[in-house]
């Protein structure tokens, strides 16, 4: 099921050139402010705006996928703590932002969508190695 009006139905967030990996239920993408490394989407694959809407065997398997990705982001950044996100109040489609948080971490204390900074844009090479740091990583951690 898909909803036009959605953008994560409709392909148009999160970029293509972030995707990172398959998950099975879900895709997980690089989000496209990097200022906190490592901040990564995880966007269920059709679309549905509740845990509530999903089977009971759907939300498990959807948290498992959550997990992975945090534990991958956990060991490719070394975060002392994750955070995750699941709100949809700007885009009603189940997608999880999964945030390490690093001991450089400018506050610590605060979600990350209170911290003022100018967006962290990764292109080219940059987004590459990225990708390929979380990627592998999510392959070690099976």
Known sequence: ???????????????????????????????????????????????????FHLAPTERIQLMEEVNRVANALAQAYGARKINYELLGNQLPHIHWHIIPR????????EPVWRVP?????????????????????IHQTR
Not at 13 to 41: M, N
Not at 102 to 109: G, I, R, Y
């Open 1 to 51: 099921m898909t909803d036009p009006s959605c953008k994560a139905c409709q392909h148009t967030w999160p970029r293509a050139d972030h995707f990172i990996e398959d998950l099975g239920l879900s895709k997980a993408y690089l989000h496209d402010d990097q200022f906190f490394a490592g901040w990564t989407v995880v966007v269920f694959q059709r679309h549905a705006t509740e845990l």
């Open 102 to 109: 690093l001991t450089n971490d400018p506050a610590p204390l």
């Open 117 to 137: 900074h100018e967006p962290v844009i990764r292109t080219g090479t940059e987004l590459g190695r990225d990708i390929q740091r979380i990627q592998q990583a």
